[in-house]
């Protein structure tokens, strides 16, 4: 019985410390998500470019500036001299239309204080008013990913949808942040 059981504790010792085998993964992943994301993005944005170029195009008259953000704008009224434009936690004053490149009117003469960058605005309409001194007004035209992008405003602005906005800078508070 004692040798039985010894013999129990060796066999038990040989099979029972054996190393783990590798397993298989059960998918692989492809990348072709990614890739087709990629490519849909791509096409989005020569689409809008494409109708952003148009718009441009029919406005000659115009002098359209394209920006380093990735956006267009072209001054309604500019003024020239010192003023400062606004900075970081300077209070701002600001009149805005907002519609969609196909010009039907989204939000009409809506009027916003509001503290630079450290309130939430959407990317291409805060890197605009930094472009502008007080008093001046420009019309500035955002592709979707500048504007809402993906997810929109959840009221009116739905998915992907570039932007045109008429935005007058009315007034700066100058603070010593």
Known sequence: MKNLLILFAITLVFFGCKSPEARLPESVQSGSFLKESAERNRKLNELENKQIQDIINSNPERDYIASESGFWYAYNTQVE????????????????????????????NTN?????????????????????????????????????GYY??????????????????????????
């Not at 936690?89 to 196909?102: A, K, L, M, R």
């Open 112 to 148: 916003k204080t509001y503290v630079m960058d450290k309130e939430e605005l959407f990317t291409g309409l805060r890197e605009g008013l930094k472009l502008l001194k007080p008093t001046e007004s420009a019309t500035f035209i955002f592709p979707s990913q500048k504007a809402f």
């Open 81 to 108: 001299g010192d003023k400062a434009q606004p900075q970081f936690g300077d209070v701002i004053d600001f009149t805005f239309d907002v519609s969609n490149i196909e010009g039907d009117e989204i939000y009409a």
């Open 152 to 177: 929109g405003d959840e009221h009116k602005i739905g998915t992907n949808v570039p932007l045109i906005c008429e935005v007058t800078l009315n007034t700066i508070i100058k603070t010593n942040d």
